[in-house]
C-alpha cells in the first residue's frame, strides 16, 4: 500500500549532492510498478534522465525510457515510465500554437530571438512556463490531441532553496499580469499545486547543512501553503556494526591483536601499518556514524514520514534504479 494514493504529481526536490535526481527517477519506475503510465519529467538543461537510463539526449517531447519494476506475484502488466525534458522556449511556442493558434508566428517569434527576450528580462516567466508544462502534463485536455493522459507525473525540480518560489506561479506573475489569460493559467495552476493531487518530496543526506535546508525548505512550503509530502534519507551508510563496536571504534578501544587475528584467518599478512589503517578507518566510520545518528533524530522530529535509501556501491545505473524503486515501493512512498 502507498502512503500517497491520492497524489498525481509528486515534486521531488533536495539540495544539491543529496541525490534528488537518482530518488526522482526511482520513483517514476516505483509508480510504474502498479501497472501505471507514468511521466517522468526535468526541468534544469542537465539531461540527468538521459544519463541515468543510458538514451539519448532529450529533446522536448515525451519519450518510453524504461517499464516499471516487475514486483513478485503482481499481476498484469507493469506500467510505462515516459521522460519530458522541459525546455522554457519550446514550452512557450507550445502554449502559443495551444491556446493562440499561434503556429507558424510563434516559431517566427523564436527567430527573432522575442522568446529568449522576454524570460531573460522577466526570469519569473520561465519558472511559469516549466511549471506549466508540468501542469499540462498532469491535467491533460482536448487542446492536446492523442497526448498519453499519465497516471502519475514525477517532477525532478529545482533544488530545496528555489523550490516555493518556483511553484508558487501565483507571486512571480503578480508583478507582471493582475488579470486576463496569464494571470488565470497561474491561479489554475496553484489550485493544483496545493491540492492533495500533489506532494513535495524533499531528499536529504544525514549532514548537517542538507538536514538544516530540508527543514527550512518544509517550514517555506508550509507558509505558501503547498501540501508536504515525505523526506527521502538517501546515500545511507552501511550498518552492520554493532553498537558496543562503534562505541570501541570511537574511543579508539578495538582489540588490536583480534583485528590482526582476524586478518590472519583471512589469509591477509597483518603488519602494524595495515592494522593501523584499519583502525582508522572503524574509528572515522564511528564518528561518521555518530554524526549521522543525530541528524537522523533532526529529520524524525520533522514530523512528516521518512523513507531511507542506501548508497549504491556500484554506483547508479538502470539495475542500481531499479533497486532503490522496490526499496522505495516496500517503504510506502510508491
Known amino acids: 500500500m502507498t502512503d500517497w494514493p491520492h497524489v498525481q504529481l509528486h ?11 537518482t530518488v526522482a527517477a526511482s520513483l517514476a519506475l516505483a509508480l510504474a510498478s502498479h501497472g501505471q503510465d507514468v511521466l517522468l519529467c526535468e526541468v534544469e538543461g542537465r539531461q540527468g534522465i538521459a ?14 525510457i524504461a517499464s516499471g519494476l516487475r514486483t513478485e506475484g503482481a499481476e498484469g502488466r507493469p506500467g510505462v515510465v515516459h521522460a519530458l525534458h522541459i525546455d522554457p522556449e519550446a514550452a512557450l511556442l507550445e502554449y502559443l500554437a495551444m491556446y493562440y493558434r499561434l503556429g507558424r508566428a510563434g516559431r517566427a517569434l523564436d527567430r527573432f530571438g522575442v522568446v529568449e527576450f522576454a524570460t531573460t528580462i522577466a526570469p519569473g516567466v520561465r519558472d511559469v512556463l516549466l511549471t506549466g508544462k508540468v501542469y499540462e502534463a498532469v491535467q491533460r485536455n482536448s487542446r492536446n490531441k492523442g497526448a498519453i493522459e499519465y497516471d502519475a507525473v514525477v517532477l525532478d525540480a529545482p533544488p530545496t532553496g528555489r523550490i516555493t518560489n518556483f511553484l508558487n506561479v501565483s507571486e512571480q506573475v503578480a508583478g507582471l499580469a493582475k488579470m486576463g489569460p496569464i494571470k488565470h493559467q497561474a491561479d489554475t495552476m496553484m489550485e493544483l499545486f496545493r491540492s492533495p ?118 554506483g547508479v545505473d538502470l539495475g542500481g534504479l531499479y533497486e532503490l524503486a522496490a526499496s522505495l515501493r516496500a517503504q510506502g512512498l510508491a
Open 197 to 314: 493531487r500533489t506532494a513535495l518530496h524533499f531528499v536529504t543526506v544525514l549532514e548537517e547543512m542538507p538536514v538544516q535546508e530540508t527543514a527550512d525548505g518544509i517550514a517555506q512550503a508550509r507558509a505558501a501553503g503547498l501540501p508536504i509530502g515525505g523526506v527521502v534519507v538517501n546515500l545511507l551508510r552501511p550498518r552492520d556494526l554493532r553498537v558496543k563496536d562503534l562505541t570501541a571504534a570511537r574511543s579508539r578501544t578495538l582489540d588490536r591483536a583480534g583485528v590482526a587475528g582476524d586478518l590472519a584467518g583471512a589469509g591477509v599478512a597483518a603488519d602494524d601499518g595495515l592494522v593501523d589503517a584499519l583502525l582508522d578507518e572503524a574509528h572515522d566510520h564511528a564518528v561518521r556514524r555518530g554524526l549521522e545518528d543525530a541528524q537522523r533524530k533532526l529529520v524524525k522530529a520533522l514530523g512528516v514520514p521518512t523513507y531511507e535509501l542506501s548508497r549504491l556501491s556500484q
Open 51 to 64: 544519463r541515468m537510463f543510458d538514451v539519448d539526449p532529450l529533446p522536448y517531447a515525451e519519450r518510453r
Open 11 to 21: 515534486v521531488v526536490t533536495g539540495k544539491g549532492g543529496t541525490g534528488k535526481s
